[in-house]
């Protein structure tokens, strides 16, 4: 894997080298801003006609089988983070996208909640946003 060859992690696991104000991704420039354009144009476009926050940051996964049996493993966030995206061009005509908190309630995966409730018989203790 040429990530790999140039000494970039493809681990889905948080490094320890990460940088607070920068993600890592595994796509080449030009096929991470295909993606990063596709978000935001689905982003605004959802925005403009229903008014409805649809993008967050997902993170905490928790790898699950599908049913007590199953080999089939699947994963699912944790946690949500309303965010909002936007691209700005640097000094050089770099494009540059910015992920920010809209301040918004983080709120816990309920699906996930409740599929752990009725597939396992699994109730949190508490909410895992909020820890209460």
């Known amino acids: 894997m040429v990530a790999q060859k ?5 681990s889905l696991e948080a490094s320890s080298h990460a940088n607070a104000h920068q ?8 096929q991470f801003h295909v993606h990063a354009r596709k978000i935001e144009h689905m982003y605004r476009s959802a925005m403009q006609d229903t008014g409805a926050h ?3 940051l997902c993170i905490g996964f928790l790898q699950f089988p599908e049913t007590q049996s199953s080999k089939r493993m699947f ?3 944790l946690i949500h983070i309303p965010v909002n995206i936007s691209h700005t061009y640097t000094a050089n005509q770099h494009l540059r996208y910015t992920i920010t908190y809209t301040g918004d309630d983080v709120v ?3 699906a996930l909640v409740e599929k752990l409730k009725q597939t396992y018989k699994i109730t949190l203790p508490y909410n895992i946003v909020t820890g209460k």
């Open 108 to 110: 816990e995966n309920l």
């Open 6 to 10: 140039k000494g970039i992690s493809t």
């Open 75 to 77: 994963k699912a966030p």
């Open 23 to 30: 993600l890592q991704t595994l796509y080449f420039t030009e």
């Open 54 to 56: 649809v993008l967050y």
